[in-house]
């Protein structure tokens, strides 16, 4: 089978064809325009200029995608289906691809496939390398911090979601505040490797709790107020950036080592995988990988390109769903134009099993 997946659920806009034969995954192209330059300057992604940027950017990306694909031996007449990002996200942004989506689906008489941008992290490290079924998730990315049970395609349990910030959304935040600039993530990063670790005591969130659930916005609140009050030099922002990076990997593993516990399967070594623009902090890998260990799974984190926003995950997840169809669903999705954008759309939910058709 042959897909080509289309994703512009937040800043990035990208286009891919992916390709599975055999049961060997091949990646023909993966194109992304990163559209973080547009939005630095006002220190967050502005929804309406992304979309924007997304109606500017999607048509040579998809060129680009195609003749990158031909160049390995891909043809046109090959694709069985076109997916494309139907939400959660920013709902301009998810608008503009799934309309582009369906256009080349309708032009080329292919079923058309409305991905759960989540599903399309969740299967990401699928692109890179085999990984059994079922494997425990750490997702953390801008905007979702979960830990799922990823059981199959289409089977996923969540186990665990934060109630108020994301995780790399805490390290923007924070990083704001420091004037350390947009993504805040990296440069908080950067900072923190000259800082003590220990210098600042920050508050551990739901400490009680039996769940898997994640809080950070005490941690933010907290961090904010050691910026003004003893944040004075240089040494005392790196400590800060080291002391918030420590708390924050920190509650990834006290929660992922809840999971782990709780995780029930029949592999003799199953695979932990962390995914999202937060796995590729040093610092946070680093102790996650430990705590896999511990426990007896096997660490993966996805080459980084397959971490952040991309289209190839979308495409592997629209090419999985499509294997799954039968004639007659296959059938359903011919240039389907009734799939819905959406800017909610929880993994876990009995509508995710399914491309979002209004009825
Ligand atoms: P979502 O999938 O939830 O809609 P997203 O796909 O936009 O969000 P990603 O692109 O996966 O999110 O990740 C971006 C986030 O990762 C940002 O919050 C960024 O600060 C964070 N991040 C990137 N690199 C690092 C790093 N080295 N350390 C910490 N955080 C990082
Ligand atoms: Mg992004
Ligand atoms: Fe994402």
């Given at each position: 089978?042959?897909?080509?997946?289309?994703?512009?659920?937040?800043?990035?806009?990208?286009?891919?064809?992916v390709?599975?034969?055999?049961?060997?995954?091949?990646?023909l192209?993966?194109?992304?325009?990163?559209?973080i330059?547009?939005?630095?300057?006002?220190?967050?992604?502005v929804?309406?200029?992304?979309a924007r940027?997304?109606?500017?950017?999607?048509?040579?990306?998809c060129?680009?995608?195609?003749?990158e694909a031909?160049t390995?031996?891909?043809?046109?007449?090959?694709?069985?289906?076109?997916a494309?990002?139907?939400?959660p996200?920013?709902?301009?942004?998810?608008?503009v691809?799934?309309?582009f989506?369906?256009?080349?689906a309708?032009?080329?008489g292919?079923?058309l496939?409305?991905?759960?941008?989540l599903e399309?992290h969740?299967?990401?490290?699928l692109?890179?390398?085999p990984?059994?079924?079922?494997y425990?998730?750490l997702?953390?990315?801008?905007?979702?911090?979960?830990?799922?049970?990823?059981?199959?395609?289409?089977?996923?349990?969540?186990?665990?979601?934060?109630i108020?910030?994301?995780a790399?959304?805490a390290?923007d935040?924070?990083?704001?505040v420091?004037?350390?600039?947009?993504?805040g993530?990296?440069a908080?990063?950067?900072c923190?490797?000259?800082?003590?670790?220990?210098?600042?005591?920050?508050?551990r969130a739901?400490?009680?709790?039996?769940?898997?659930?994640?809080?950070?916005?005490?941690?933010?609140t907290?961090?904010?107020?050691?910026?003004?009050d003893?944040v004075?030099?240089?040494?005392?922002?790196?400590d800060?950036?080291?002391?918030v990076q420590?708390?924050?990997?920190?509650?990834?593993c006290?929660?992922?080592?809840?999971a782990m516990?709780a995780f029930t399967?029949?592999?003799?070594?199953?695979?932990?995988v962390v995914?999202?623009?937060?796995a590729?902090n040093?610092?946070?890998?680093?102790?996650l990988t430990?705590?896999a260990?511990?426990h007896?799974f096997r660490?993966?984190?996805?080459?980084?390109?397959y971490c952040?926003?991309?289209?190839a995950?979308?495409?592997?997840a629209?090419?999985?769903?499509?294997?799954l169809?039968?004639?007659?669903?296959?059938?359903?999705?011919?240039?389907?134009?009734?799939?819905?954008?959406?800017p909610?759309?929880?993994?876990d939910?009995a509508?995710?099993?399914?491309?979002?058709?209004?009825?």
């Open positions: 089978l042959c897909v080509l997946g289309v994703e512009s659920s937040c800043d990035e806009t990208a286009v891919s064809v390709r599975k034969r055999g049961g060997q995954v091949e990646v192209s993966s194109v992304i325009h990163s559209q330059a547009a939005h630095a300057v006002y220190g967050g992604v929804p309406e200029i992304a940027s997304h109606v500017e950017t999607i048509d040579d990306l060129r680009r995608a195609l003749s031909k390995k031996g891909f043809d046109e007449a090959e694709l069985d289906a076109v494309a990002t139907a939400g996200g920013l709902i301009g942004g998810v608008m691809g799934l309309s989506a369906k256009g080349f309708l032009a080329r292919l079923p496939i409305g991905v759960n941008h399309g969740a299967l990401s490290p692109l890179a390398e990984v059994a079924f079922p425990l998730l997702l953390v990315s801008g905007g979702h911090c979960q830990l799922l049970n990823v059981r199959g395609v289409g089977d996923y349990e969540r186990l665990g979601t934060t108020d910030d994301a790399g959304e390290f935040k924070i990083a704001k420091l004037g350390l600039g947009y993504p993530g990296p908080l990063e950067k923190a490797a000259e800082g003590d670790a220990t210098r600042f005591v920050l508050p739901l400490l009680g709790r039996k769940d898997c659930d994640f809080s950070f916005s005490g941690l933010k907290a961090a904010a107020k050691v910026a003004t003893q004075k030099t240089p040494q005392d922002r790196a800060l950036c080291a002391s420590a708390a924050i990997a920190r509650q990834l006290e929660r992922s080592e809840r516990t399967h029949g592999n003799t070594k199953p695979a932990f995914a999202g623009g937060v590729a040093k610092t946070v890998r680093a102790e430990k705590l260990d511990k007896g660490f993966v984190a996805p080459p980084m390109a952040t926003d991309n289209a995950m979308i495409a592997l629209g090419l999985e769903r499509f294997s169809m039968d004639a007659d669903e296959r059938s359903d999705m011919m240039g389907s134009m009734a799939t819905v954008a959406r909610r759309w929880p993994l939910e509508a995710a099993t399914a491309s979002p058709v209004h009825k």
